[in-house]
């Protein structure tokens, strides 16, 4: 707005100076200022007559005259008609003084309007340089904002992929161990072809019974392995952050192998939609999944999948349902007797979790309580093809007391609690009919845990801890025994 009020004020100023000039100069072009008006020579006029000049219409007419009470002479003059003073000089350089002044007030006129366009012009510009102003710095916070949020989403996923690095490093400390495997089994075959030829045709059929009889060995000792006692829980490993606060998640301990299929459950109760992930890749980076629609909603977060089939406890009651995903239909459903249902003995975080299905190494389990054991937890293998009770244990400790719980290698871990510090305090055997207290270090990351398995081929514990699906490495204690001396 510089250049336009300057001009403003040089168009001001001018007319100033023109004012000025033409208040002094113009009497003086004119004779104003010069021309006296005296009355008749000997003294001053009487009031009541008029001096009038010799020729009225060359000169200034005097009009009247009168004298004041003082005796000063008062006139009152008539400037000469312009008519009668065309070939008056004066008259002639007031006529041209009166075309400049308003030739220049034409041109104060045209500059007056420039400079209120111009005037109207910048005005105009100031806003929407004001307007752009605003604009940019909004588009530079709006910069700094996306900056800020893709930082801190940044920051949020390097933090749930910093604990899947020691299980890559378990992974790769497989392989290893895995390639080492086949190189030994090179050398073995190698060995084996070189025994062969010494040995001769005859002695090949003993031997290779030999080989089988270690393989079978070596079979059975690997069985051995595959149970134990827990020893360790690690850190919790975050898979993904969805859902309720409530649900339940799983993968198939049988199924074939490259089947990694993720199972979702949101919710304890009035639902009957399960979703199926392709993969575990696909359950962490994706929403691409198909949705199976069961007959009934199911009750609580126990549910499991197991061989092909989910197992549920149907809402408010303690009838257990097999859902078979391959002929999306009910291929068995049974009731487990006595037990309760409806929040009647349930964990203590609540939800309907009366009834948990669950299994291990040894199969299908179902946790539970009754009113003929006070309230305390029952333990039930099942027969998974006929949902009916093989085997049942009684235990002395309250499920209403119990956070979650779990089996591995036939012993139920009980944990003491599902908000805030937590740890896996009680254990009781199947195999020995005996329980213990123990104390297991836990960590409950999100301060709410609804749903706790073990799945056996992962050796991993599952958990839905507060709308996060969570995943925990276990340590277990092996004892492997031989029979031969």
């Known amino acids: 707005m510089t250049v336009p009020l300057l001009k403003i004020g040089v168009v001001l100023s001018t007319m100033a100076m023109i004012t000025n000039w033409m208040s002094q100069t113009l009497p003086s072009l004119v004779g104003l200022n010069t021309t006296k008006l005296t009355a008749a020579q000997g003294g001053y006029p009487d009031r009541s007559t008029g001096v009038l000049p010799a020729n009225p219409e060359e000169s200034w007419q005097v009009y009247s005259s009168a004298q004041d009470s003082e005796g000063r002479c008062v006139c009152t003059v008539v400037a000469p008609q312009q008519s009668m003073c065309s070939r008056d000089a004066r008259t ?260 309907h979790s009366d009834i948990d299905l669950m299994v291990d190494e040894g199969g299908l389990w179902a946790v539970y309580a009754t009113n003929q054991n006070a309230g305390n937890i029952v333990i039930s293998k099942l027969n998974p093809n006929t949902l009916q009770v093989i085997k049942s244990w009684t235990t002395n400790h309250p499920k209403r007391s119990a956070g979650e719980s779990f089996m591995i290698c036939g012993t139920l871990y009980v944990t003491n609690g599902y908000s805030g510090g937590t740890k896996v305090y009680y254990a009781y055997s199947t195999n020995s009919s005996t329980y213990e207290y123990i104390d297991i270090a836990f960590q409950n990351k999100y301060s709410h845990i609804s749903m706790l398995d073990y799945n056996p081929r992962d050796r991993a514990l599952y958990a839905w801890n507060n709308g996060h699906q969570v995943l925990y490495n276990v340590t277990l204690f092996h004892v492997i025994r031989s029979e031969e001396l």
């Open 92 to 351: 002639k350089q007031l006529r041209q003084l009166l075309e400049k002044v308003q030739n220049m007030t034409q041109s104060i006129q045209v500059l007056d309007q420039r400079t209120q366009r111009d005037l109207q012009y910048v005005e105009k510009m100031e806003v929407q340089l004001r307007g752009l102003e605003t604009k940019f710095r909004q588009v530079e916070e709006n910069h700094k904002q996306n900056m800020a949020k893709q930082y801190k989403a940044i920051k949020a996923k390097m933090e749930e992929l910093r604990p899947l690095i020691p299980v890559l490093e378990e992974y790769k400390a497989d392989a290893k161990l895995v390639l080492q495997f086949k190189e030994e089994v090179r050398n073995l075959t190698s060995v084996l072809n070189e025994l062969q030829e010494e040995m001769g045709a005859y002695d090949y059929e003993e031997l290779h019974n030999r080989v089988s009889n270690l393989e079978e060995r070596l079979r059975a000792c690997m069985q051995k392995l595959a149970c134990g006692k827990l020893t360790g829980i690690s850190d919790p490993i975050t898979i993904k952050t969805s859902g309720s606060r409530f649900g339940s998640w799983m993968t198939d301990p049988l199924a074939p192998e490259g089947d990694t299929r993720v199972w979702y459950m949101d919710g304890y109760h009035n639902n009957r939609f399960v979703r199926e992930y392709k993969s575990m890749h696909d359950f962490m980076t994706s929403d691409n999944f198909t949705s199976h629609r069961l007959p009934h909603p199911w009750s609580g977060t126990g549910q499991v999948v197991y061989n092909g089939s989910i197992y549920f406890n149907k809402f408010q009651s303690h009838v257990i349902i097999k859902f078979d995903f391959r002929t999306s239909s009910i291929s068995k459903s049974r009731q487990l007797d006595n037990a309760g249902f409806s929040n009647a003995y349930h964990y203590a975080w609540g939800g």
